[in-house]
């Protein structure tokens, strides 16, 4: 009989909220917002971004912040489910990114250019850089290693790979999340859509005016309880089900009726084995730009009803693109974990075209079950369960 209940036993998490998750549970309390001009990178914008501060320095590798962020989530993961040398164990890796996954070298472009050739130092940096693959030789462990890029609803279907690994029997532990740096290519990508709030995003808001980026890593240790209980590790988190379809409705905007998140929502609630109103809340994808959160404010009042309690934690983070996944994973877990959810951070105002507004206080949760979504350029929706307390 192939084992079918996955615990959540580590996580780990980096972002401008916190380079630890303690840090990131203090930011959410104070509803502080860590953002300001980007520092990384040369730009005339002046867009407000959500750096990452402080890297450690035995992290730092020249050109590959994607992976130096990702080590940082995983290492926390691991110490988290009590996993120290984890070599020659069936352990897969699934991690997804945007960034890490462009050959994303300005310098490379501009010499090639204007020289007609450039050194290959970025291609063989790039070819190198693979995220799964890096750790999983890093860790020698023998799983499984895949490295998602699939927008920014990576990080929740790296997730979900894993969750499948570990119920088909691929594994016996899995690493799962994602992760992204700050970038000029995004930076100026997003500008030119015209979605960047020149201000602090507003998730959800009336008066949204866009989205603010971020960078960071989210990822999660996902065990058979079987593995769990050899370990002598516990842990209530479960990750319950897994959800994705794609609407092929636009390249950037999500469908108006929101019939491919309804599809995701529905197939993890379904492997979830629960109902729409056995859900506590739901940690929104909720970028503050106007068709992601109109369309997904309606979804979610459609599917779970107008007293749904619902954040968005981009507020704090700012959108992290291939990371954002991994992170609202993390922060949903905890939510479940500690018992509140803090107030979705940029919020004031309902906008009446939107029939859910989102909490805006450090707020109580109970139930057992909680839900994170991604919505994704290309058409892309994800959705996780996770639950506490639940399936021992």
Known sequence: MVETSVRITGMGAISAAGNTIPETLATFEREQRNAGPVTRFPTKLNYPVFEVKNLPSRYYLEGQRTLSLALIAVDQALAEAGLGDVSGLRIGVCMGTTVASQLNDLQFYTSYRECKEAPMIAVDRFLKGNLAEVISRKLKVRGPALTVVNACSSGTDAIGVALSWLKSGLCDIALAGGADELNHVPYCGFGSLGIVNPGLCAPFDRDRKGLNLGEGA??????KMTSARKRGRS???????????????????????????KASLRTALDEAGIKPEEVGFVNAHGT??????????NTLAGMFGKDLKMLSTKGYTGHTLGAAGGLEAVFTALGLREGWIPASAGFSNQDAAIALAPVREKTKVGGYYAISTSLAFGGNNAALVIGRGVRE
Do not use: C, I, Q, W
């Not at 409705?249 to 491919?260: I, K, N």
């Open 218 to 223: 989210g990822v999660v240790v996902l065990e």
């Open 235 to 261: 842990s209530k988190l479960v990750l319950l089900g897994y959800g994705s379809s794609s609407d092929a409705y636009h390249l950037t905007a999500p469908s108006p009726d929101g019939v491919g998140l």
């Open 288 to 297: 503050g730009t106007n068709d992601n959160d109109l369309v997904e404010g």
